[in-house]
């Protein structure tokens, strides 16, 4: 297939409004593809490099669209070719030697071509085609349950090699063991819940909840692989870890945090470690620690259906102790609540509660593990930001921050906040919301809501002023989730509960 294809439904997709249509299009479309052709083709219609990130701007790309034009279109797998390459380019005149590279590209291509290449590279391919819709063509094209694809989606984690997956393999890709050493999945998580009081009656392992980086640790032979929780290979990044987990016997693969410890042995601030971890070059450093809390593999042994207490005893004998989060096992409130304020006192977020008794779902978040805080925390996504005045003069600095409707398919504003970030991350979220600003307002711009923050605040009240219907109260924001994508944060259902039951403990309902 060649890219003028692409482009050419591209431009049909932009004049439909019908989804149904633009499903039935794309099912269409799919038939005409080879199956090494499908990952590139996806790529391109929903504007995901495969191989990440391009790192050129506009203003280097902008020349190429005036080169005379090529008489042939080229072929996908070829642009396929050309992207991997792009992405092996490091080092001395990095820049110098990729845009030679793009000249090659470009001198191929006609100029609707070059313009759509460039919307790609940016990451602004925009014909109302997203991951949902490809994603309902598959279920289409395959007749296969849309759910199955989600849980799919969420236990595996990678778009583009499930599409390709079940091109090549129909249902039968489906069925597949979710669980393969060496290759990532989704986390288990935790409900959120606010009080002590809100535990149900049981036995718990209630553990410390740190401030750090959840990871998964992998290890088989002399192979060592560590993983983000969103399923980034990030083994070059954390040298310290690998050297921890080479030195422990066996293959495993391990759930954790990484933590950067100050000299009294409390973690520090999750801004601190991402600071040190994201330079491209570092020395090790003696202070950056992991803190394992589970074990879902060991020496050939699959072990997500062990109990809780299972696994953490096959973790105690395989991990040494000082790599272990600080746990105990109790059936008492007043344990939990002694245990999460000594928690909270050396400097962590509060506790994990966890049946002792419960498996380990991947990508799923149950009611077999708790999560208590010292306040309340939800994610939110910044949908405008305000020009600061005075220190803050220059930086966007007051942001309004929105939450998700209960059908996930829209963003309700839920009030403002400039407090959190320090000066430096202001400057930073600055240039990052300036790059996805889509419209301008009196004192400031609108944004795609792509920006994830860990937010903080007393309580939730009523408000008339927002389309949510309701106001955070003392807000502030904890973190930039750089791990985050906006279809993970709160919604609105969450913002009742704590308002309805901060009310209740109040004593108003």
């Known amino acids: 297939m060649k890219l003028k294809e692409i482009v050419e439904l591209s431009k049909e997709l932009k004049n439909i409004s019908s989804i149904n249509k633009k499903i039935e299009i794309i099912s269409e479309f799919f038939k005409k593809l080879n199956e090494d052709e499908v990952k590139i083709a996806i790529s391109l219609l929903i504007g995901e490099n495969p191989f990440g990130k391009f790192q050129i701007g506009w203003e280097s790309l902008k020349n190429f669209i005036f080169l005379k034009e090529g008489e042939e279109s080229i072929e996908i797998k070829d642009i396929e070719n050309y992207l991997k390459k792009l992405s092996e380019i490091k080092g001395d005149k990095s820049r110098k030697r990729k845009l030679n590279l793009i000249y090659e590209i470009f001198k191929k291509l006609n100029k609707e071509e070059r313009e759509f290449f460039i919307s790609f590279l940016m990451g602004e391919i925009r014909h109302g085609a997203n991951k949902g819709i490809i994603k309902k063509a598959i279920s289409k094209s395959f007749n296969i349950d849309e759910n199955k694809i989600d849980e799919l989606i969420l236990k595996k984690g990678n778009f583009l090699e ?102 009294e042995g409390k973690s520090l601030p999750f801004q601190d470690i991402m600071k040190v971890i994201s330079r491209k070059e570092r020395e090790k450093r003696e202070n950056i620690m992991p803190f394992f809390f589970d074990i879902l593999y060991k020496d050939g042994n699959i072990l997500f259906k062990y109990k809780n207490k299972e696994r953490w005893e096959i973790l105690r004998e395989t991990v040494p102790e000082k790599f272990l989060i600080k746990r105990i096992e109790t059936d008492k409130k007043e344990e939990i609540k002694k245990f999460f304020e000594e928690s909270i006192s050396k400097g962590n977020e509060g506790v994990m509660i966890k049946k002792i008794d419960s498996p380990y779902f991947i990508g799923s978040r149950k009611k077999y593990w708790l999560k208590l805080k010292n306040s309340y925390t939800l994610d939110f996504v910044i949908l405008e930001a305000e020009w600061g005045h005075g220190r803050r003069k220059g930086w966007l600095s007051n942001f309004l921050l929105g939450c998700l409707s209960s059908d996930s398919k829209k963003f309700l504003p839920l009030g403002k906040t400039f407090k959190g970030l320090t000066d430096e991350e202001f400057k930073e979220i600055t240039k990052i919301l300036l790059n996805k600003k889509i419209g301008e307002k009196e004192y400031g711009i609108i944004v795609k809501p792509e920006i994830v923050v860990e937010t903080e605040f007393s309580e939730i009240e009523k408000s008339p002023f927002y389309e949510s219907g309701y106001s955070l109260r003392f807000a502030r924001i904890k973190r930039i989730r750089y791990d985050k994508n906006p279809y993970e944060i709160a919604n609105i259902n969450e913002v009742k509960k704590i308002f309805e039951d901060f009310r209740k403990r109040k004593g108003f309902v």
């Not at 979710?178 to 049981?202: C, N, R």
């Not at 060592?224 to 050297?243: A, C, G, M, Q, Y």
């Open 162 to 263: 499930i599409v390709e997956g079940i091109f090549k393999e129909g249902k039968e890709f489906l069925l597949k063991e979710d669980f393969e050493i060496l290759k990532p999945f989704s986390p288990m998580l935790a409900e959120t819940i606010h009080s002590i009081d809100e535990i149900p009656y049981g036995k718990y392992a209630v553990e410390y909840k740190i401030d750090g980086i959840r990871i998964g640790a992998h290890k088989k032979g002399d192979i060592v692989k560590i993983f983000s929780r969103n399923l980034r290979d990030i083994t070059e990044n954390l040298p310290e870890i690998v050297s921890i987990l080479k030195d422990i016997k066996g293959d495993f693969v391990l759930d954790g945090e990484v933590v950067l410890l100050d000299e």
